[in-house]
């Protein structure tokens, strides 16, 4: 996956409707926790097997997606506007989880 | 990004702590918008300006990053478990987007 | 106000639709946060001033005061199904703040 | 439970910790968010039993009740910036509830 290619996308994108104002960090992380609660409002009501099954669902499947997709696209423009690399914020946290969570012998 | 590749060694990791029984979709994300809650608490009490500025404070913006990176391995993993091309979703939702919200002329 | 009433006219009201067996805590907490990202969603792209401003627009507060309500309806229910005494758990937790929290001489 | 007497005990304790300029509504929105989270974080590996379960355990019910009394605290503070009167909110949701969700016969 292309990073900057996608943010360069994103960044055209927001200027292009004038967005560029609302999108301080603060907003952005707000933002994102609205889609994460589209995401959540999904599985609400289902037993742990439905919410395994619903990945079966194809129209399901693809409204989840759906919800997936807008929290990442939030979250590439956090990482934007505050200059994070992703994949290196990615690659470190598996590093320290690895420390805080040993494995089971 | 390699995502294949990252999911293969999440997938590693939780075998080897015998977690994959708590990893049913609606668990992820539960545990996912736990994690954007704490992303969202480092910017509840700031400013606009403040929230702009955080970025710049090394050790501030270190503690957001990880913050950052907890969301999204825990969405790398949703999307293993419920087969979702990620690339994919956000391509197909920046596509919508795009003729949801037509730009300012 | 008199919550025990009110909880009975919940119990009353999610026995008449056999809702009952989708009120686990697990599920109600969740359906709760979604209803507090509708709460948030108000509010996600104001300055701190138009918040401020908001519950002065009749037709706008009329919509947050809805999802405040929603958010309340399920603390209500969780609550009921837990056995908590909400009202002593309030008291116990502004005594707990009083104590980690102490006044500015 | 005596909802104007709460919330002039929450405005004095505001007061005297000189934190009412955080208390936007944007700003309470967004912490009451966060501890919806942590109460939501309770539950998000529980088998939905487990999740039923745990409100017979003592210590773990009493951290439990404590996020719930923050969210309530969260609440009780927006409710007073924005003048909305709370249990009004409530009556009127339920009845809102009522119409859009027919009982069964």
Do not use: C, G
């Amino acid at each position: 996956m292309d990073l900057p290619a996608l943010q360069q996308q994103l960044r055209d994108f927001v200027a292009a409707r004038d967005w560029a104002r609302y999108h301080t960090p603060k907003n952005l992380v707000m933002a994102m926790s609205v889609e994460m609660a589209e995401l959540v409002e999904h599985f609400q009501w289902l037993t742990p097997e439905e919410s395994v099954a619903l990945a079966q669902v194809d129209a399901k499947r693809d409204l989840v997606e759906q919800e997936m997709a807008d929290v990442l696209l939030y979250m590439l423009q956090l990482a934007d506007v505050m200059n994070v690399d992703i994949e290196a914020a990615i690659l470190r946290k598996m590093k320290l989880n690895a420390i805080k969570h040993p494995p089971k012998v």
